[in-house]
């Protein structure tokens, strides 16, 4: 008789919470604003400490002159009386009641003078610890903000596509290191989600390509068979065109979806090279329109990708002259340091286009006053990813209809 199995073990229990672990007393947690009402509420006691203690020693100060006596008595028989600190009193020839008024005078004059003195000195002891009051609650709130500063950096160096960064802050358990864990939970997850889009779009980029490479490479063998019927040759004629278009459009998506992030590694790259590349490639197309491309190419030197930048110039050359006039169509290509920016301007004669219809342009699949692709003039990705590279490299891409049709493309690079 078989013996009867075991029924399966539950998995053990984990030994660790997933949730965050709540502090026993949570009133006494060392939060910014406990720490800041003990900063600033220790400073302003002990600066009126300071401020009672020399109103003190200053009030004492003035008692102590005040008390010196006005006069002294040098011969009581006859009332001869002397006085250092009231000249009013040193006549022999006065009478008891100008006496009494001359003494009520200096005591109301050294009154006075000691009060004045008390004041004074009283001002500049509260300038003074005012002075080093702000001076310390200055460098006290540095301290206690600085970790702010350390998560602006690392924000900052994300900003530039450096996922990697993180900005594992210590010290107490405030609202600081709460935000800090926060937002490096959060940069871990967009790392991972970076990760996978770049995965994604490596494997794509294998997987698309590969079978339009076959289909293609089938399409030629057939096509180069001189027995071949000519309905068969045309069907392959149209089929490669077909074909021809979704390796485009793969191109363009994959380009897109790289574009799209921050370029890391920056070579020196002149505008005006890859215009005059661009403009040599779109050349014979050019001619066979009749479109005339000029302008010129001033040195403009920026850091970046030099393969993207191209694919900038190309797009919107490439633009310029399909979307142009059958007939005495030209196009401008110029490059030039502006402002202290460099600058790709592309101009051309065209149809009107309306200032409401620009915008949707640079939409993905969307061109003048027609959404999905639906002609042989491109797959509708091109200004999309002019605004992607151009985004990625720091700059930013504007246009502006011609007066008599066509557009003026203008692209804003650092250098």
């Known amino acids: 008789m078989a013996a009867t199995p075991a029924p399966p073990q539950a998995p053990p229990k984990p030994t660790w919470d997933p949730r965050r672990v709540e502090p026993p007393f949570p009133w006494l947690r060392p939060t910014i604003r406990i720490r800041l009402t003990l900063l600033y509420g220790g400073m302003f006691l002990i600066a009126g400490i300071l401020l009672l203690s020399i109103i003190y020693l200053l009030a004492a100060q003035a008692i102590n002159t005040g008390n010196e006596p006005l006069f002294k008595i040098v011969d009581a028989t006859q009332l001869q009386v002397t006085s250092d600190n009231c000249p009013a009193i040193k006549s022999d020839n006065l009478t008891f009641s100008q006496f009494n008024e001359a003494i009520s005078a200096c005591i109301d004059?050294?009154?006075?003078?000691?009060?004045?003195?008390?004041?004074?000195r009283s001002l500049?002891?509260?300038l003074g610890l005012a002075v080093i009051a702000f001076a310390f609650g200055y460098a006290m709130a540095g301290r206690v903000l600085s970790p702010l500063g350390r998560i602006t950096?690392?924000?900052r160096a994300v900003a530039g596509s450096d996922l990697s960064r993180r900005i594992e802050l210590d010290g107490p358990d405030d609202e600081l290191k709460e935000l800090a864990d926060t937002f490096d939970e959060m940069l871990e997850r967009l790392q991972r989600a970076f990760t996978a889009q770049q995965r994604f779009v490596g494997n794509a980029s294998h997987e698309l390509r590969t079978p339009l490479a076959i289909n293609r490479t089938l399409l030629e063998v057939h096509l180069s068979d001189p027995n071949a019927p000519m309905e068969l040759q045309q069907l392959g004629k149209t089929l490669l065109a077909t074909n021809e278009r979704s390796e485009q459009l793969v191109e363009g998506l994959l380009l897109l979806a790289r574009s799209d992030n921050q370029i890391v590694e920056r070579k020196p790259v002149d505008l005006a090279e890859v215009a005059e590349q661009a403009v040599d490639q779109v050349h014979a197309d050019a001619e066979g329109k009749g479109?005339?491309?000029r302008g010129e190419q001033k040195p403009a030197v920026v850091q970046g990708n030099g393969v993207l930048l191209e694919r900038i110039a190309l797009n919107l050359?490439?633009?310029?002259?399909?979307?142009n006039?059958?007939?005495?169509g030209w196009v401008e290509v110029t490059t030039d340091v502006q402002h202290g920016q460099a600058v790709l301007l592309v101009s051309n004669t065209g149809p009107v286009v309306p200032a409401y219809e620009i915008d949707n342009l640079f939409e993905p699949f969307r061109r003048l006053r027609t959404e999905r692709t639906g002609s042989d003039k491109g797959v509708g990705l091109g200004l999309s990813i002019v605004r992607s590279v151009a985004r990625a490299h720091g700059g930013h891409i504007t246009a502006q209809p011609r007066e008599g049709g066509g557009l003026v493309m203008?692209?804003?690079l650092p250098i």
């Open 317 to 323: 050359v490439q633009n310029a002259v399909r979307y």
């Open 410 to 412: 203008r692209v804003t």
């Open 291 to 293: 479109v005339v491309i």
């Open 325 to 328: 006039i059958p007939e005495g």
């Open 124 to 126: 500049l002891a509260l």
């Open 109 to 120: 004059d050294q009154r006075r003078h000691a009060l004045d003195n008390l004041l004074s």
């Open 153 to 155: 950096r690392t924000a």
